[in-house]
């Protein structure tokens, strides 16, 4: 374990924008419009909490935010500020309806190669990974089909029998999306495997949000055992209301938001959009619970880069080397915080 650690945040919905230390509103990398201005000052905050790392993610969205945000995001490299800005992660859209979670389902469609051809083309080739069901229509030709494009594909929002995590698999899936979130929603059999898979399969990495909302203690402690800590991957599905006053309200996806505390006093948005709980924080709770230091900063560093490899090396981005563009977090007192 190094002195410092620079952690990858795989799954960043968005974030806040300060103005003289106050908050002034917020940034949903799905929204068209993204300024490359709004991209700086978002990846600043998060490199303030000691982010080496920003993967931003565009939720179930429409052609025109995919047309118009992607190339952004693909402009931010140019920068030395975007040197932490990797290639984004398309949340959808296509997910199972019936597990779509806070996303908006009038956005949603089943997979078909013609859109995803459609996306690489809008990015420049500028996408990291992208979640889809495993079940729907047309998913295994589209996971090839990523996949021969050196996109990684995670299975998640989804409600599929085993045999369609096997196709998925099979068809070059490496990843399941926050394990236990927007999961099936029918009742789980004696023999179903569905879930076990997805905390024992070691032909894909496994991520689950350690925020002690999403998931319970006991999930995280049972998945970085199963998987092993070479498989397992820490993400906190950052809200784009992270850092948001106590209480307040937001409009996005279709939907309206409120931001408060819960009865053990965790500040989290009412219905879940992602966590209000930072990456470095999701890190500190895991090791509370136990599970050991060297699976935490595995988790949110070399198996978040193994599973973006086949995108990091099509488009030349190394995470192996000590960035410049950010300090990281070292780790004093038994927790992790911002380096200096």
């Not at 494009?149 to 099979?170: D, F, M, T, Y």
């Given at each position: 374990?190094?002195?410092?650690?620079?952690?990858?945040?795989?799954?960043?919905?968005?974030?806040?924008?300060?103005?003289?230390?106050?908050?002034?509103?917020?940034?949903?990398?799905?929204?068209?419009?993204?300024?490359?201005?709004?991209?700086?000052?978002?990846?600043?905050?998060?490199?303030?909490?000691?982010?080496?790392?920003?993967?931003?993610?565009?939720?179930?969205?429409?052609a025109?935010?995919?047309?118009?945000?992607?190339?952004?995001?693909?402009?931010?490299?140019?920068?030395e500020?975007?040197?932490?800005?990797l290639?984004?992660?398309?949340?959808?859209?296509?997910?199972?309806?019936?597990?779509?979670?806070?996303?908006?389902?009038?956005?949603?469609?089943?997979?078909?190669?013609?859109?995803?051809?459609?996306?690489?083309?809008?990015s420049?080739?500028?996408?990291?990974?992208?979640?889809?069901?495993?079940?729907r229509?047309?998913?295994p030709?589209?996971?090839?089909?990523?996949?021969?494009?050196?996109?990684?594909?995670?299975?998640?929002?989804?409600?599929?029998?085993?045999?369609?995590?096997?196709?998925?698999?099979?068809?070059?899936?490496?990843?399941?999306?926050?394990?236990?979130?927007?999961?099936?929603?029918?009742?789980?059999?004696?023999?179903?495997?569905r879930?076990?898979?997805?905390?024992?399969?070691?032909?894909?990495?496994?991520?689950i949000i350690?925020?002690?909302?999403?998931?319970?203690?006991y999930?995280?402690?049972?998945?970085?055992?199963?998987?092993?800590?070479?498989?397992?991957?820490?993400?906190?599905?950052?809200?784009?209301?992270?850092?948001?006053?106590?209480?307040?309200?937001?409009?996005?996806?279709?939907?309206?938001?409120?931001?408060?505390?819960?009865?053990?006093?965790?500040?989290?948005?009412?219905?879940?959009?992602?966590?209000?709980?930072?990456?470095?924080?999701?890190?500190?709770?895991?090791?509370?619970?136990?599970?050991?230091?060297?699976?935490?900063?595995?988790?949110?560093?070399?198996?978040?880069?193994?599973?973006?490899?086949?995108?990091?090396?099509?488009?030349?981005i190394?995470?192996?080397?000590?960035?410049?563009?950010?300090?990281?977090?070292?780790?004093?007192?038994?927790?992790?915080?911002?380096?200096?």
């Amino acid at each position: 374990m190094n002195a410092r650690c620079y952690p990858a945040s795989l799954q960043v919905n968005g974030g806040p924008i300060f103005h003289n230390g106050v908050w002034s509103g917020f940034v949903a990398f799905d929204t068209p419009g993204l300024t490359l201005e709004q991209v700086k000052t978002v990846a600043e905050y998060y490199y303030s909490l000691g982010y080496g790392y920003v993967c931003p993610t565009l939720v179930t969205a429409s052609a025109e935010a995919y047309q118009t945000n992607l190339p952004v995001l693909r402009a931010a490299r140019d920068f030395e500020w975007g040197q932490g800005i990797l290639p984004p992660h398309l949340e959808g859209p296509f997910l199972a309806p019936e597990c779509m979670g806070a996303h908006n389902l009038a956005l949603r469609q089943d997979p078909t190669v013609e859109f995803a051809a459609k996306l690489l083309e809008w990015s420049g080739g500028f996408i990291g990974w992208l979640t889809m069901a495993s079940e729907r229509p047309g998913a295994p030709e589209v996971i090839r089909y990523l996949a021969d494009h050196g996109v990684s594909v995670s299975l998640g929002h989804q409600n599929p029998g085993v045999e369609h995590i096997q196709a998925g698999l099979a068809a070059g899936a490496t990843g399941f999306t926050h394990v236990l979130n927007a999961a099936t929603r029918d009742k789980f059999g004696a023999k179903d495997l569905r879930i076990v898979a997805q905390f024992t399969d070691r032909r894909a990495w496994s991520m689950i949000i350690p925020d002690a909302i999403h998931v319970p203690e006991y999930a995280v402690q049972l998945m970085s055992q199963a998987k092993g800590p070479d498989k397992v991957i820490f993400v906190a599905d950052e809200s784009p209301l992270i850092g948001s006053p106590v209480p307040s309200t937001a409009e996005f996806w279709g939907r309206t938001f409120e931001v408060r505390r819960d009865e053990a006093g965790r500040v989290r948005s009412y219905d879940l959009s992602g966590s209000c709980t930072s990456l470095i924080e999701c890190m500190n709770l895991a090791l509370g619970w136990g599970i050991p230091r060297d699976t935490v900063e595995r988790a949110v560093t070399t198996n978040a880069a193994a599973f973006l490899r086949p995108a990091l090396d099509r488009l030349g981005i190394r995470l192996d080397e000590a960035p410049t563009h950010c300090p990281g977090v070292v780790f004093e007192d038994g927790a992790y915080i911002p380096a200096q």
